[in-house]
RNA sequence: GCGGGCGUGGCGAAAUUGGUAGACGCACUAGACUUAGGAUCUAGCGCUUCACGGCAUGGGGGUUCGAGUCCCUCCGCCCGCACCA
């Protein structure tokens, strides 16, 4: 008996031993990716796997995200996306032999870390490295192969130190014409000095594109005062103070550039915009007009983004011209891209702000004309928009002297006419300008044909098309040869002149603002001089209050008496624009810590331009635009060498949330399944996502969430609680944000990785949905189980089999990450790794290649499978590998063989035989006898590898 | 109005130059192993038909032996610019 119940308990304690020691290995085998990561992580960390060198035989290649701003919200999973892809370029060209340079910053100057001083007092500098610290332990979780050490901020005074010494390029800088360049401002003064007064009309620059200041047609340069000269140069600096109709944002207090503002109102923050005369710092982007034009044609980025930059820039072919205006001794200047309809003028058009208004108005008409300018200026720039279609102005009195015919025509204020663009003043053509028609049809004003077409009863016919009628000299001619003409005929009679227009808009540089970089300008006896380089940089000053002064001055204005230039002068008190940091970040970044230049000539000749860069596409007429400007600025003063500051650009889609959404019974605490909500009058309420899985909500977790949910009643389906979801912006208002923490902590930062890959192409919008996370992670399970069977791993000889299923997917996620399909690569991932599942494949010679094939998109577990190997150095020193065609080709194929549509068959051949003999083969196949039966083929096409086509 | 992009199963999506449309994943169904599984494995899964087959890439037309892919046209969606003379 006793015998019999030890034996019990012996058999007893070896089943739970075997139970506890299999449990042992189970745990072993496990993808514990949590250890895994953290392990890695630190390991790079430690031994600075991803530096960049700076001296280096190797091929450069440079890839860039755009960096964040370190918002208080930190990164959620939309954010990630762009950076996951630029990483895995950067891991894929260090094992192709790269010396890769891919580094991170932090665009850290911008208004909600103000808008959140102002609010509680609290210094943005503090709240700004607050959020810098969140957004780097976010980073870190995900594995990104960053050179840390070449971080540059945008608020650090090192770096702002370039920022604002760059600006005192631009203020020191003119854009000659001639040279097509930009250039030191002494050389224009030492053209204005060579300029003798009297005879500039027709002296040594006649034919040249350099307009010459009136004073100095009477004046010699020396004998200018300093102000005057500062005047003068003032209209030729690259930065430059005027005054000028800006954007002004009361709500936020500050003036806004073109494409900060959005229909009518602040990008940030959707507050009002009004159109104000101010004196204001701007950069002189259209002289780069041209250029910024042509380069879009070298660089390889989307369609759309190079579309909205030249839409931006709006190049516009014309002429200008002048009339005489009768009874007084003065001209309007107007511009048309139309100067063969000249003889269809019947009025001229001002805009309300157009400086001869006031002038050329009669006194009968003054009372009429003061009051619809008025009317126009309380417009705001929203209400104009909106209705475009109303037509209003108001007749001056006055008329000018079509050139051609010596009629006089009226002259009217209209605020259809911008003063912003051209000369803030048209010729009116209503019969070919639909604008002009309506206002025309308004105020009752004469329509003249004098191109052949159209119905000008009903509308404006407007098509460059058609034969020139009613036009003196011009008449019979074609519209394209009549504008010829017409521009040939102004220019000999010295009244006009062919000129390119852009829409483009200076750049207005200058913000009331604290938190930005402080414009390193001082004033002497009213006159902006630029700092000394040597006492850069002009540090922020701290103020008691982040908000204007009592006098409207910006905040910097409250500074105390001690920040002054040199102890006596006023400094500027407008700081620089969000833009300006990030306008050359990429050059930074290549010589971060050198204190004596913004970037050493070696580095910036070794790196060169972004070869990848990546980022949204809303920055398409912002920050894309004036960082190739900077740049394009750098290399005319001969600091670097590129035209472009990046060859390929790749626009991120933006992730939305996937709102989760539940029902409850109107008046009730009763909260229904999405499937029976139609049974009753139902509202809908939005929960946290993060309590949901796969449309099942987490009863318990809503309980908890959220106190009125703890005693609600429940009405379930097949017992689940069922809910709706609705694409919306990922955002804390809608409970939908995912943070890349919680998926990290979930799955792990490969499967995050591999997963906002597998989402969808890189380029398109799309939502996130956590639904299909376990098809990858179970991936990367099954991934790890090959490397952990039963018998370890083999040394033996691959089969064919295994080595054609590794040699496909490694030409296919070649080929993937070539043109960035990112997407797919993760596919041909998957099936490899069922394939080679299914062999049961444990052997080196495949897994070693399999691994470093997939450790640019999921690192962690690639290290730590390398290093299972038996490797000690990590695995992005590793050549990537390359495929075999041979084992993709060595068996046999199916060639299917199609007539018509009517038949279809197929027969086998050997790869190895030529087309020629494909096509003899594939008629001698009985099928192809028994079909053609004697008919001899007319024609006989082979596809090579696929299909065969026979046709008689 | 002008310009750019897009439209493929229940869902996310593949299809490199025109060449077996729907790879891969999710969800779903059935089964195996399990005390259990939110683990793992096997099979199925565009529509239609008992089946053979037929029909399918927004609609219509065209080019081609062959079209998701090229051309024309219409419809729908997204984005950018918008009184720019």
């Known amino acids: 008996m006793e015998f019999i119940a030890k034996s019990n308990m012996l058999i007893k304690f070896t089943e739970v031993y075997i139970i506890k020691f299999a449990h042992l290995q189970i745990n072993r085998m496990e993808y514990n990716f949590r250890e895994i990561e953290q392990k890695w992580q630190q390991h790079w960390a430690e031994h600075k796997t991803y530096k960049a060198l700076d001296n280096s035989d190797k091929s450069k290649y440079y890839v ?41 910053g932090y665009d850290s100057f911008g208004l909600p870390a103000e808008q959140y001083a102002i609010q509680t007092g609290q210094h943005p500098a503090i709240t700004t490295e607050q959020n810098i610290k969140r957004y780097r332990e976010q980073l870190d979780k995900i594995g990104f192969s960053f050179d840390w050490d070449r971080e540059v901020r945008t608020s650090d005074p090192n770096y702002y130190k370039w920022t604002q010494w760059i600006f005192i390029q631009l203020f020191n800088s003119w854009y000659n014409p001639e040279s097509d360049k930009a250039e030191p401002i002494e050389t224009l003064i030492k053209k204005f000095k060579n300029l003798s007064p009297n005879s500039s009309q027709n002296g040594e620059g006649n034919n040249s594109s350099l307009n010459i200041p009136e004073i100095l047609k009477n004046k010699r340069w020396n004998e200018l005062s300093e102000k005057e000269q500062s005047d003068i140069l003032m209209e030729y600096r690259l930065a430059y103070l005027s005054e ?67 839409n931006w820039i709006g190049r516009s072919e014309g002429t200008s011209l002048k009339f005489e205006i009768d009874g007084y001794n003065a001209e309007v200047e107007v511009f048309t891209t139309r100067p063969d309809t000249i003889f269809g003028v019947s009025y001229l058009t001002l805009a309300p702000e157009h ?35 109303k037509v209003t102005g108001e007749f001056t009195g006055a008329y000018a002297i079509q050139p051609f015919t010596g009629k006089q025509i009226p002259i009217w204020v209209g605020d259809y006419v911008l003063a912003g663009y051209g000369t803030g003043a048209v010729m009116a053509v209503p019969a070919h300008d639909s604008r002009d028609y309506a206002f025309a049809k308004t105020f009752n004003l004469p329509i003249l044909q004098v191109v052949e077409g159209g119905d000008i009863s009903k509308e404006a016919y407007d098509t460059k098309e058609g034969k020139i009628i009613n036009s003196d000299f011009l008449n019979g001619l074609e519209v394209k040869d009549a504008i010829k003409a017409a521009i040939a005929e102004i220019e000999k009679r010295g ?54 002064t009592e006098d409207g001055d910006p905040p910097l204005a409250r500074a105390s008496e001690k920040w002054k230039y040199q102890g006596k002068y006023d400094y500027e008190f407008t700081t620089m624009p969000g833009w300006a940091g990030s306008s050359w970040h990429f050059l930074r970044y290549m010589d971060p810590k050198n204190e004596k230049e913004f970037v050493s000539k070696k580095a910036a000749e070794y790196w060169k331009e972004i070869d990848l860069y990546i980022g949204g596409a809303e920055h398409a007429t912002g920050h894309l635009l004036y960082f190739r400007f900077w740049t ?55 929960i946290d996502v993060n309590l949901v899985d796969n449309s099942i909500v987490n009863i318990e977790e809503l309980k908890k969430w959220r106190d009125d949910f703890a005693n609600a009643e429940f009405e379930l389906e097949n017992g689940k609680l069922i809910c709706h979801h609705e694409v919306e912006k990922m955002s804390k208002r809608w409970f939908n944000v995912v943070t890349p923490d919680s998926i990290c902590e979930k799955y792990g930062a490969d499967t995050l990785r591999l997963y906002e ?58 080929e993937d990450i070539e043109r960035f399909s990112f997407n797919t690569s993760v596919s041909n991932f998957m ?69 018509n549509g009517k038949m279809r068959f197929n027969i086998e051949l050997p790869i190895t035989l030529s087309p020629k003999e494909v096509e003899e083969a594939a008629l001698s196949a009985p099928e192809a006898q028994k079909w053609l039966e004697g008919k001899t083929p007319k024609k006989v096409i082979v596809v090579p590898k696929k299909i065969v086509n026979i046709v008689v």
């Open 757 to 814: 890959m597998f989402l969808g192409p890189l380029e398109q919008h799309k939502p996130w949905n956590t639904n299909g996370i376990t098809g990858v992670h179970n991936f990367l399970k099954k991934l790890w189980r090959l490397f952990h069977s039963e018998n370890g791993i083999s040394n033996e000889a691959a089969s064919k089999a295994e080595l054609k299923a590794l040699h496909k997917c490694i030409k296919k996620v070649n």
């Open 355 to 389: 400086e001869l208004v006031e002038k050329i108005t009669t006194p009968e008409q003054k009372e009429k004309v003061e009051a619809y300018i008025t009317y126009a200026k309380n417009r705001s720039e929203r209400e104009r928009q909106a209705d475009v279609k």
């Open 244 to 310: 000028a109709y800006v954007n002004w944002c009361p709500a936020l207090g500050t003036v806004l550039a073109n494409d900060e503002v959005k229909d009518g109102v602040s990008e940030r923050g959707g507050h009002p915009v009004e159109r104000k005369l101010m004196k204001q710092w701007s950069l002189r982007i259209t002289a780069y007009a041209e250029r910024l034009l042509k380069g879009l044609d070298i660089i390889d980025w989307s369609e759309s983004i190079k579309e909205a930059q030249r």
């Open 831 to 899: 099936i490899c790794v069922n394939e080679l599942s299914d062999l049961k494949c444990n052997k080196r010679e495949i897994l070693e290649p399999l691994i470093v094939l997939i450790s640019p998109y999921a690192p962690h577990i690639a290290e730590e499978l390398w290093s299972k190997l038996g490797h000690t150095e990590s695995i992005e020193y590793v050549t990537y590998p390359v495929h075999n065609e041979a084992y993709l080709t060595e068996d046999n194929f199916n060639y299917p063989v199609s007539f």
């Open 495 to 548: 009244i006009g002149k062919g000129k390119i227009n852009y829409r483009l808009r200076d750049a207005v540089f200058g913000r009331q603002r604290y938190w930005g970089e402080p414009i390193p300008i001082y004033y002497d006896n009213e006159i902006p001089k630029a700092v000394d380089e040597k006492h850069l940089p002009i540090i922020l000053p701290e103020v008691d209050k982040y908000l204007p």
């Open 632 to 686: 394009k600025f750098l290399k005319d003063l001969g600091y670097i060498s590129i035209e472009e500051p990046a060859k390929k650009l790749i626009n991120q889609g933006m992730i939305q949330g996937t709102s989760a959404i539940i029902y409850r019974v109107n008046g009730t605490n009763k909260i229904v399944s999405a499937g029976l909500k139609n049974k009753y009058d139902a509202v809908a309420i939005h």
């Open 64 to 104: 860039l995200d755009m960096f964040p701003y370190p918002s208080g919200a930190g990164l959620h999973v939309g954010h990630p996306l762009g950076y996951i892809a630029s990483d895995i370029m950067a891991r894929y060209k260090r094992h192709k032999g790269f010396n890769v340079l891919h580094p991170m």
